[in-house]
């Protein structure tokens, strides 16, 4: 189901509910830029790459921009995190109010398949950063930097999409809720 809240549409308890979701999952993702970025500029400052390495850096950071970055942020995750952000504004609840960076990120109170998906993406990349964690240098800086390249973007895109939808043109995604939950 599409939705078309608007954060105009909210009273003061609903706009501040979705900031609170919407700033709690850009302080995760700005976390991480801030972590891996000094990483990634290890991998490369402190280490003479041969042409091959610059290459594979090269392509990490296209691949990681473009199916991190475009496909999983800008299409997924950003415009779905304000959706459910909107929801929250117009139907705040105390445990979805407190808990919503976590609301907005599909981890409760969604769909089976949005919850399936968002807890199985999020344990498979806590798994993928301990595994990170084990590289050496400059690998890991290489990968670090296309990790950095798409965060990046997701900020941007989740930016981007919370402006829009301010604007007046929410994301034309569903917010993913129980079948029980209306939608308005």
Not at 40 to 65: D, I, S, T
Request: charged share 15%; glycine share 10%.
């Amino acid at each position: 189901m599409v939705t078309t809240d608007r954060f105009a549409d909210t009273r003061g308890a609903g706009k501040a509910a979705a900031a609170w979701g919407l700033i709690g999952v850009t302080a995760l993702l700005l976390n991480a830029v801030v972590r891996l970025t000094p990483v990634a500029v290890q991998g490369f400052a402190a280490y003479r790459l041969e042409a091959w390495q610059w290459a594979l850096a090269a392509g990490n950071v296209a691949f990681m921009g473009y199916f991190e970055g475009y496909r999983g942020f800008q299409q997924g995750f950003a415009p779905r995190v304000v959706a459910r952000a909107l929801h929250l504004a117009r139907h705040p609840r105390p445990l979805h109010v407190a808990l919503a960076p976590l609301f907005c990120m599909g981890l409760f109170h969604a769909s089976r398949r949005r919850l399936v998906t968002s807890w199985t993406l999020l344990l498979s990349i806590v798994g993928i950063v301990l595994a990170v964690r084990t590289i050496a240098q400059p690998y890991r800086g290489i990968v670090d930097a296309g990790v950095v390249v798409g965060l990046g973007w997701g900020l941007a895109a989740l930016a981007a999409s919370a402006w829009r939808a301010m604007a007046g043109d929410p994301p034309r995604v569903s917010p993913e809720l129980p079948v029980s939950t209306p939608s308005r």
